[in-house]
């Protein structure tokens, strides 16, 4: 509507003359006035047109080259006399005239001028203003901070309504009655005298003598008497030793008072000591003890009861801790160091420790130790240096002295000892030994052998530092020797390590190495591995289905095979794998373990299961549906989308999951993203994802491109709760609650507003075909939208029934929309016609089913309370038949069907 704004832009350019009649010109219309040859051609094409009820456009052509201005005349009705109206500045060609009254006629004639007079009129330019019924209000809303009142408040989209009519229903949205009226341009009302812990629903239209607006969507509000809101926030604050200065948050408007609870050295014993006046925020206590911890609670209080407790606060009363005496340092090994003092403090709060390497100069914090402790061992030391440290104490009004410093050396020791020693037999006359170097400062490793006992231990050779293996050569055959292992440095020696034996007798083959096990179908699995040994006579393939307990021997072949094809294996099925090899002396030991899950070749069904999380179902047999796997998501899943081998996952709070699902029986987490807002519904486009993400997120659009690491490529604040959304051609279609919002998403680095519906109640969920949307409208039922046109989208057809009629999701196939609705189950509607939709039949459901997906000809339905997974077969022509049903999932919230 235009009103008042281009009034504003015109002041500067209308000359009106001191009385309202007719301006004076620099010159005249006398006949005899030798310049009057010289005076503006006039105006043509004179035209008036209606923009709204009280607005005129005036447009015109200048002829005129050399004029002044333009003098604008008026006549009311077709009777009296026209009347001057507004000069305008030169080249001017047309005026928006506001503020006319509705339902009247006015006529119009120009004429421009200038020094040598005025130009002749043009023709005479007719329009009459319109009156119509006015526009709906919005947003309107329903809140309660009194026992009895409720406040209404909505936003006026009208410029011509006479009044607002409220109407109320007590307890249900059946039995509206009218309440009162307000005066127009009104905008909030307080209605008072509710019953107590009632819920009131009310809405609002716009009247005029024309006719009344539709109704605003309905909004709530529960009456009841409330004591006042918990302080929070509490913050304790020492002033000094006898004072205490308590604030808060306060977060009511009826409160009376506030109690203060105060408990000494415990919070376990409070009681009241003081109370504060309504609306302070602060409260010095005084006659306290120093050295003493206090805690603080506090409530609200009024005549209907009290808040609950606010937050604990603690203060200590001020005193400066004294530095801790008897430091010592003592090295238990060449990494660890054990310091001890002793506490000569009644009231630190920790102790700094400080260290300094190589020298006693620089030293730099290296940890915060907790109060009353006296004694610290560090395990991380750096080997081979000389460590200096120094302690004090502190607390939170400060810091004693330090402590003496003391020094440690964790290179003046003996070694570490080396540990896992291990002996084996290569060949009939060498032994390899390893073993593990704990150490950073041995000189070198003794090395001791018994032959044929291990009692009688002959040092046979100084390994160097640093080593952990040692090949031992010239080893008689047919012989077991014992070995042990010690470090030595100048200040002394380790421990010896354990005792480790071996024989250099004839021996079983080394184990095969790296086995490796590929799915390369659905029944065919690839195996490969390395064989390491050179007296290998064959290897033996042992192989698991379904777990890792059951192995059975599948097939031997001859050593020089390292790799092996496997047919005819179950789909969606997990094997596990091991090799060994043998000769005349035995067996080796077993490989690795390799598993791998063979592939699927069917329909699954990815099922967003709330606080279960995802569900994955095998659906290829619709009367036999299995469940495959599932993945628990740490909040409450309630949508998901699924491209190529990755499933994405709308978690409520938690914002975006992606999960690898090319293992549909073990999904996996790969990467996240945690939206600003509650995460409703996810489409995906190419490398992006466009996630609903309600009142707080609005539309975020992620680049998926890189799954494991997602990143936001912008926000899109739209005016509601952004509740659903649907992706189609440049388009998005988003279910705002409120509203469709339709937006340019071309180019996924912007996006632009096009256009908007104002949905009656609440839109929940969006689905588009061609030019027709699907709006499934929690109150207002099932709306069918045109958006041919999207800059102007408009409702053009709609079907609810007389009783209630809660829609949740839609989707379209074919000339079908396919609504869940509350209390109803699936519901069938013909919108071939979309103007005049048509219920074709229903699937009842024992519960409440939450979102419907179109595969083929078959529809599945996912809900709670019972539904779990319905599947149905709607080929018949939009009559619906329930062909399978699986009750695993618990709390279904969404639904994907795909081919895999």
Same mark, same amino acid.
Do not use: W
């Given at each position: 509507m235009l009103r008042k704004t281009s009034i504003l832009i015109l002041i500067s350019l209308i000359f009106l003359s001191c009385d309202g009649n007719s301006p004076s010109s620099p010159d005249d219309n006398n006949p005899d006035n030798p310049h009057n040859n010289n005076r503006p051609p006039a105006p043509e094409e004179l035209q008036a047109t209606v923009i709204s009820e009280t607005v005129i456009f005036l447009t015109w052509r200048d002829m005129a080259d050399d004029e002044d201005g333009f003098d604008i005349y008026e006549q009311v009705g077709n009777e009296g006399e026209f009347n001057f109206l507004m000069r305008l500045a030169s080249n001017t060609d047309s005026i928006t005239l506001d503020d006319k009254e509705p339902v009247t006629e006015y006529y119009y004639r120009i004429r421009t001028f200038n020094i040598h007079g005025y130009s002749d009129f043009t023709? #005479?330019?007719?329009?009459? #203003?319109?009156e119509v019924a006015p526009t709906r209000p919005v947003d309107l809303r329903a809140w309660t901070d009194s026992e009895t009142d409720i406040i209404l408040s909505w936003r006026d989209r009208s410029a011509n309504e006479d009044g607002f009519q409220v109407f109320e229903s007590p307890g249900d949205t059946l039995n509206f009655q009218q309440l009162t009226s307000t005066a127009a341009d009104s905008t909030d009302l307080v209605i008072h005298d509710r019953e107590p812990q009632t819920t009131y629903y009310y809405r609002v239209r716009a009247v005029n003598a024309f006719g009344e607006s539709d109704y605003c969507h309905t909004a709530w509000a529960t009456a009841g008497s409330i004591p006042p809101q918990a302080p929070t926030n509490l913050r304790v604050r020492a002033l000094s030793d006898v004072e205490i200065e308590l604030s808060w948050q306060d977060n009511s408007l009826v409160e009376e008072y506030f109690e203060i609870f105060e408990s000494v050295g415990d919070s376990l014993d409070f009681r009241m000591v003081d109370s504060a006046s309504a609306d302070d925020t602060s409260r010095t206590l005084t006659g306290r003890e120093g050295n003493t911890t206090y805690f603080y609670k506090i409530r609200a209080v009024n005549g209907y009861g009290q808040s609950d407790y606010s937050n604990v606060g603690d203060v200590f009363t001020p005193g400066f801790p004294v530095p801790p005496v008897n430091f010592q340092a003592k090295v238990i090994s060449e990494s660890a160091i054990q310091l001890t003092w002793e506490d000569v403090n009644d009231y630190e709060s920790s102790y700094e420790l400080h260290e300094s390497l190589g020298d006693s100069l620089s030293f730099h914090w290296l940890m915060t130790i907790f109060a009353d402790e006296t004694s610290v061992t560090l395990t991380e030391c750096r080997s081979n240096t000389v460590h200096w440290f120094k302690l004090l104490a502190a607390n939170r009004y400060g810091q004693s002295g330090f402590s003496g410093t003391v020094r440690a050396s964790t290179a003046?020791?003996?070694?570490t000892a080396p540990v896992e020693l291990y002996a084996q037999a290569r060949e009939e006359?060498?032994?390899y030994l390893e073993w593990e170097d704990n150490s950073a400062i041995e000189e070198g490793f003794e090395v001791f052998e018994s032959q044929a006992d291990s009692l009688n231990f002959n040092l046979?050779?100084?390994?160097?530092?640093?080593t952990s293996l040692q090949i031992l050569t010239?080893?008689?055959?047919?012989? #077991? %020797? %014992? %070995?042990?292992?010690r470090a030595i440095n100048s200040y002394g020696r380790s421990h010896f390590t354990n005792t480790a034996r071996a024989s250099t007798a004839e021996l079983p083959p080394a184990a095969p190495e790296n086995l490796e096990a590929h799915a390369i179908s659905d029944t065919q699995v690839f195996l490969s591995w390395h064989n390491i040994s050179l007296n290998a006579d064959s290897i033996e393939i042992y192989e698991s289905e379904g777990d890792i307990g059951? %192995?059975?021997?599948i097939s031997t072949l001859p050593a020089k095979y390292v790799c092996l094809t496997l047919g005819g294996r179950h789909q969606a099925t997990t094997y596990y794998y091991r090799v060994r090899a043998l000769n005349r002396y035995g067996y080796s030991f077993y490989s690795n373990t390799a598993s791998v899950t063979t592939h699927i070749n069917g329909i699954l069904a990815f099922v967003a299961d709330g606080q279960e999380g995802l569900m994955i179902f095998d659906v290829t047999d619709p009367t036999n549906s299995q469940l495959l796997g599932s993945y628990n998501t740490p909040f409450y899943a309630v949508d998901v989308a699924v491209s190529g081998y990755n499933a994405y996952v709308a978690d409520g709070l938690e914002g975006i999951l992606i999960l690898d699902i090319s293992i549909p029986t073990r999904p996996r987490l790969i990467g996240s993203y945690d939206t600003p807002g509650y995460a409703h519904a996810i489409?995906?486009?190419?490398?992006y994802a466009y996630v609903a993400d309600d009142q707080m997120g609005g539309i975020q659009v992620l680049d998926v491109s890189d799954p494991s690491r997602p990143r936001r490529v912008l926000s899109y604040d739209t005016p509601g709760q952004a509740m659903d959304l649907a992706l189609v051609g440049p388009y998005a279609y988003v279910a705002d609650y409120y509203s469709l919002q339709i937006l340019d998403i071309s180019n996924p680095g912007i996006i632009r507003y096009v256009g908007d519906y104002d949905s009656p109640g609440f839109a929940l969920d969006v689905d588009v075909v061609d030019s027709i949307a699907c709006v499934a409208d929690f109150v207002g039922g099932f709306c069918i939208v045109n958006v041919a046109d999207p800059t102007n989208p408009r409702r053009i057809g709609s079907y609810s029934r007389e009783v209630t009629y809660y829609p949740r999701k839609v989707s379209i196939s074919g000339s079908y929309a396919y609504f869940v609705v509350d209390g109803v189950g699936l519901h069938a509607i013909d919108i071939s016609d979309? #103007?005049?939709?048509?219920p074709v039949d229903e699937f009842p459901v024992n519960g409440q089913a939450f979102d419907v997906a179109i595969h083929d000809s078959n529809a599945y339905i996912v809900g709670w309370q019972g539904v779990g997974m319905q599947i149905i077969d709607i080929s018949n022509g939009g009559w619906l038949h329930g062909i399978g049903a699986i009750y695993q999932p618990r709390d279904g919230q969404g639904i994907t069907v795909v081919e895999y």
């Open positions: 023709e #005479t330019a007719r329009a009459s #203003t319109r003046e020791i003996p070694p006359t060498v032994i046979i050779m100084v390994a160097e530092p640093n010239g080893r008689q055959a047919n012989t #077991t %020797y %014992y %070995y042990r292992v059951n %192995y059975h021997l489409e995906l486009r190419g490398d979309p #103007t005049h939709p048509t």
